[in-house]
T-cell receptor
Framework: EAQVTQNPRYLITVTGKKLTVTCSQN?????MSWYRQDPGLGLRQIYY???????DKGDVPEGYKVSRKEKRNFPLILESPSPNQTSLYFC????????????FGPGTRLTVT | LAKTTQPISMDSYEGQEVNITCSHN???????ITWYQQFPSQGPRFIIQ???TKVTNEVASLFIPADRKSSTLSLPRVSLSDTAVYYC???????????????FGQGTTLQVKP
């Protein structure tokens, strides 16, 4: 089944404790992206990757890092999480940049205390 | 910045047709217009895409005027299960031609009532 998976689905952590949210797709897509969703602010793009080893900033990249060493994986790294990063995070992929039919993962709900 | 503007919320009743309009400033000549649907606690789902005139699929229709500065998503005979947030997608080329930076915005929250 074609899908985007994220882990963990739920995470409660403390300020400053490094964490990684994994994202994997099995569709051989070139383009992958991370979003955060907050009430009243909608869905905002954090980082995107157009292919292996090619990443770029979205609208709200501060406090996040990403890497794309393999085509299928695009982890989101929070080196020193803060409470303002409490949010619902979605990973998505599409065939390539310019193809806007994205497939989204189920989401990761992160709480930073 | 390729910002899109759409109503924050809309109400409708079961069986009615719902039209949600999005304005697209600075849309590029070769960009497709794309809409997504998001149910609570789920990731957004692609529903329809078009370049000009009219596109129809099993979920919705999309109307795009000749100047492409707006688009209208049309949901025929909505049911309670169509209650969701609907987004029209913006593309921020930032002068580079790069089409990777995407703008979803707040979307339109559609509430369908019985």
């Amino acid at each position: 089944e074609a899908q985007v998976t994220q882990n963990p689905r739920y995470l409660i952590t403390v300020t400053g404790k490094k964490l990684t949210v994994t994202c994997s797709q099995n569709m051989n897509h070139e383009y992958m992206s991370w979003y955060r969703q907050d009430p009243g602010l909608g869905l905002r793009q954090i980082y995107y990757s157009m292919n292996v080893e090619v990443t770029d900033k979205g609208d709200v990249p501060e406090g996040y890092k990403v890497s794309r060493k393999e085509k299928r994986n695009f982890p989101l790294i929070l080196e020193s999480p803060s409470p303002n990063q409490t949010s619902l995070y979605f990973c998505a992929s599409s065939f390539q940049q310019g193809h806007y039919e994205q497939y989204f993962g189920p989401g990761t709900r992160l709480t930073v205390t | 910045l390729a910002k899109t503007t759409q109503p924050i919320s809309m109400d409708s009743y079961e069986g009615q047709e719902v039209n949600i309009t999005c304005s697209h400033n600075n849309i590029a000549t070769n960009d497709y217009i794309t809409w997504y649907q998001q149910f609570p606690s789920q990731g957004p789902r692609f529903i329809i895409q078009g370049y000009k005139t009219k596109v129809t699929n099993e979920v919705a229709s999309l109307f795009i005027p000749a100047d492409r500065k707006s688009s209208t998503l049309s949901l025929p005979r909505v049911s309670l299960s169509d209650t969701a947030v609907y987004y029209c997608l913006g593309i921020d080329r930032n002068g580079s031609g790069n089409t990777g930076k995407l703008i979803f915005g707040q979307g339109t929250t559609l509430q369908v009532k019985p």
